[in-house]
């Protein structure tokens, strides 16, 4: 529901806040008042075409934000996430556009930059505009079959089609990735049998590689440890019989202190250190032979390790993929290999998934045609109903519902839905916007939103003018008509008929005034004896008499 509507410097409005609600609104003002610069600057905030001439003389920029309170589920959520735009249920959503003096614009989302294009999709969602010149929604053929759907209450129907669409699709894709593969495989059958049976023999494990890095690290370290034992121990018994022993060259000591003359008392403490020294040499040169004799690593594991860890390495540069993606990729081209050598049979049964899944879908898109075909009879009686209190009565709606080719196929079913009209006896059906006038048409889908409102996905219907050239009883029946609409949609229209704005449940008038010797465009909302007065000035023109505002009481009391 379009709930404000801000307006500065467009055209001959400086500045304007409007405030809506649910139900019926009436703009009503004598013609030239600028009740078209409104719709026009709502259609800025909606996504329309920006022009230079829409900036208010002598103004830099113009500025139109509208702002709006869709229902929950509405299908503007969806297309906001898809573009990255989060609004939860409860807060308004704002369309704002700022038009330049150039003519350049900028579109924002709740104050986010957006594309205009973004824009005008997330505004096509919220408002549908019926007008003597400009038709969307209804007039959009694509719309049709989703709006028969809704009047007919088919759409558990159309959900079991686009259910059987997509696994349709999904099972050819599967069919078609199986033939590809086959195709491929075949091409590299050589190269791949190669490949598969090198991997198998490497048979690369999950994990492998940090493994294999962690024990190499640890032998390496073993390895360090020995030598270091080694060369400690090398330098307590060295090889070389001309390098003298720490051990030889203790004794030599001790034997030269023993030649010395007695009493040799002073030389004592030096033979009992010299003798200790050799004790703990011994010790040394014992426990150092006890650590390099203890059972350690294997001596050839380091080099088994690294072996392995090379191969895995290589491999993995061969096939341009990191070490732990061998396990995946042994996986795959077996696959492709198993493909190959099976694949006739897992084509065929692809081939019968896909049959099937088409058969389904051919059964679900048959049902769903009938229905629509069903439903559009309804819709045809039912539109014709409303036609001649509308003065259309030599009018006829047709509703086609023509098979497609199977290109044509799709999630909404097999067949194109579209709203055909003849505005006379003996004419041929043809499109709305192509057969019916202006004033025709707003009436035509007048009449067809009195039928479709309740499937309706747009909260928001603007009509302008759909009273246009009419007056009495039709334009009487008009106003019952937008009412009734307004009972579930929020209606906006744009009329000359006092039949019509009686029946509003707003009412703004709009009006061209003179400010500081420009002309200026201000918008009055009425109640009471305003709103009176100004049906009483739609009835009686220029010069309000008392017997106007007695017919504006008379259709301002009329029940609904």
Not at 62 to 67: F, H
Not at 216 to 233: P, S, T
Not at 303 to 331: C, G, I, S, T
Not at 530 to 539: N, P, V
């Amino acid at each position: 529901m379009l709930t404000s509507l801000a307006i500065r410097d467009v055209v001959l409005i400086e500045r304007l806040d409007l405030s809506f609600g649910p139900g019926l609104t009436v703009l009503t003002g004598e013609t030239g008042a600028g009740k078209s610069i409104l719709l026009d600057a709502l259609g800025l905030a909606l996504g329309a075409r920006a022009e230079a001439g829409m900036v208010r003389a002598g103004q830099a920029q113009a500025v139109v934000a509208a702002g709006f309170q869709p229902p929950a589920g509405h299908p503007v959520f969806d297309l906001l996430r898809e573009q990255g735009i989060e609004l939860p249920a409860e807060d308004e959503l704002v369309l704002r556009r700022v038009v330049q003096a150039d003519g350049r614009s900028r579109a924002f989302v709740n104050d986010e930059p957006v594309g205009v294009a973004l824009l005008r999709r997330i505004g096509a969602t919220l408002v549908e505009v019926q007008g003597q010149h400009e038709q969307v929604g209804l007039a959009d053929p694509a719309t049709h079959a989703g709006l028969l759907d809704a009047f007919g209450g088919l759409e558990p129907r159309r959900a079991a089609v686009a259910e059987a669409w997509r696994a349709w699709r999904e099972a050819e894709r599967r069919l078609a990735e199986a033939r590809a593969a086959i195709a491929a495989a075949q091409r590299d059958e050589e190269w791949l049998r190669h490949a598969v049976a090198e991997l198998a023999e490497l048979a690369p494990a999950e994990g492998e590689e940090e493994e294999l890095a962690k024990e190499r690290q640890r032998l390496q370290q073993g390895e360090r440890r020995r030598e270091a034992i080694a060369a400690a121990l090398a330098e307590l018994q060295p090889r070389d019989r001309r390098s003298p022993s720490p051990a030889r060259a203790l004794r030599e000591a001790a034997r030269a202190l023993e030649r010395l003359p007695a009493p040799n008392d002073e030389a004592q403490p030096a033979l009992a250190a010299l003798a200790a020294a050799q004790d703990a040499m011994a010790e040394a040169e014992t426990l150092l032979e006890r650590l390099l004799a203890e059972d350690g690593p294997d001596p050839r594991r380091l080099e088994r390790v690294e072996e392995r860890l090379f191969a895995l390495r290589a491999a993995a540069r061969k096939h341009a993929v990191a070490v732990a993606e061998l396990p995946a990729l042994r996986a795959a081209l077996a696959e492709r290999l198993a493909a190959l050598d099976a694949g006739t049979d897992r084509v065929a049964a692809l081939e019968a998934a896909a049959r099937e899944a088409r058969a389904a879908y051919l059964a679900a898109g048959a049902a769903l045609t009938e229905a629509r075909r069903t439903a559009a009879l309804r819709l045809e009686k039912a539109v014709a109903r409303e036609l001649p209190p509308l003065k259309l009565d030599r009018a006829r709606l047709a509703v086609e519902v023509v098979p497609r080719e199977e290109p044509g196929w799709g999630p909404e079913g097999m067949d194109r839905v579209a709203f055909l009209v003849a505005t006379n006896p003996g004419q041929a059906p043809g499109l709305l916007a192509k057969i019916a006038s202006g004033g025709e048409l707003s009436r035509l889908m007048l009449a067809l939103k009195v039928v479709l409102a309740r499937g309706s996905p747009v909260p928001t219907l603007i009509f302008d003018e759909v009273d246009s050239g009419i007056g009495g009883a039709t334009a009487a029946a008009v106003g019952e008509r937008l009412a009734r609409v307004a009972e579930r949609l929020q209606v906006l229209v744009v009329t000359h008929s006092p039949q019509v704005a009686a029946r509003g449940e707003r009412h703004f008038r709009v009006a061209k005034a003179v400010r500081g010797g420009r002309a200026a465009t201000l918008v009055q909302p009425l109640d009471g004896p305003a709103r009176r007065e100004e049906i009483a000035r739609m009835l009686a023109g220029e010069r309000v008499t008392d017997a106007a505002r007695a017919a504006a009481d008379s259709l301002l009391s009329r029940p609904a």
